[in-house]
């Protein structure tokens, strides 16, 4: 990425370092890259072989002024497409588990015709599908609390019934769009916050998404999880602890419960602050694993 760029490699070496710290017993896996048929369950065939003839030899190409390809980026974004696959694949075939997949660029931004935010897949709306496709899933539900509206997950899922989508973002900020009036087929919630807003605040917003969400009764869940809605992340200014993810992480596993089997998968979005990402990532998935808080 060029310099100064939010969305840069150091946020994995920081995920990374906190994980062989505080999860060095939980089975990890190398992330597959998806195939053309993962990638076409949401995207354009034209928008696909466009992007991939766009691919550079050597430096950067910039799509737009915050999307930029390096001559590597596409088989990295292949990977994250197909390890939130391979995740679904894991929490379908073996019962009681969940799965996080540390994965950049993030993905909640792509359309289905579009690459734009730093993203060019839209993993979760990929793996959604996918569940769909492989197992034969009725409903699926992305939840997304990444402080940026995920218009790329909303646009995959526009015409779809059986396809939730619940978001939680600052408004105004980018990129504009989910506006509590954008429901799409009925299966579309969001629910803007305002700047200053804090965990709380956040969490009450979820409440009644969840109610929501439970009477749909998805069957996967789904967890966009950008973490910039942290009170020190650069990119907004909604004032989150690290802790307050795990109260909101454990709000989704007990809708997992009731309605999905207890199955989640958790794939990272953003969260640009590299000590508060490692450190609001580690109660994420504390809770996801189901242990204590304090340990
Ligand atoms: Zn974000």
């Not at 939840?143 to 939680?168: E, I, K, M, P």
Request: aromatic share 6%; glycine share 8%.
């Amino acid at each position: 990425m060029p310099t100064g760029h939010p969305e840069r490699p150091e946020r994995i070496a920081a995920i990374t370092q906190m994980l062989a710290q505080d999860f060095a017993h939980e089975t990890t896996k190398i992330a597959p890259e998806a195939t053309d048929n993962q990638l076409a369950l949401v995207h354009d065939d034209e928008y696909l072989q466009k992007l991939f003839a766009a691919s550079p030899r050597e430096g950067l190409l910039g799509i737009d002024g915050d999307t930029y390809l390096s001559p590597k980026t596409l088989e990295i974004a292949k990977r994250g497409a197909g390890a939130a696959c391979a995740a679904v694949d894991d929490v379908m075939m073996n019962a009681g588990e969940s799965a996080f997949v540390a994965m950049r660029p993030p993905g909640h931004h792509a359309e289905p015709d579009k690459a734009m935010g730093f993203c060019f897949f839209s993993n979760a709306a990929i793996a959604a599908r996918h569940a769909q496709h492989q197992y034969g899933i009725d409903k699926v539900a992305v939840l997304d609390f990444d402080v940026h509206h995920g218009n790329g997950t909303q646009a995959c899922f526009w015409h779809r019934s059986d396809c939730l989508y619940a978001s939680t973002h600052e408004m105004p900020l980018f990129p504009g769009s989910g506006h509590t009036d954008e429901v799409g087929k009925g299966s579309i919630f969001n629910q803007p916050l305002h700047s200053g807003m804090d965990g709380d605040d956040v969490i009450a917003a979820w409440k009644p998404l969840l109610a929501s969400l439970e009477k749909a009764g998805p069957e996967l869940i789904i967890i966009s999880a950008g973490f910039d809605a942290h009170q020190d992340d650069p990119l907004a200014s909604i004032n989150m602890t690290s802790s307050d993810y795990y109260e909101l992480t454990a709000m989704i596993i007990s809708l997992a419960d009731k309605t999905a089997n207890g199955r989640v998968v958790s794939l990272l979005e953003g969260g640009y602050d590299l000590d508060a990402l490692s450190s609001s990532l580690k109660h994420h998935l504390l809770a996801l694993s189901g242990k204590p808080e304090d340990v």
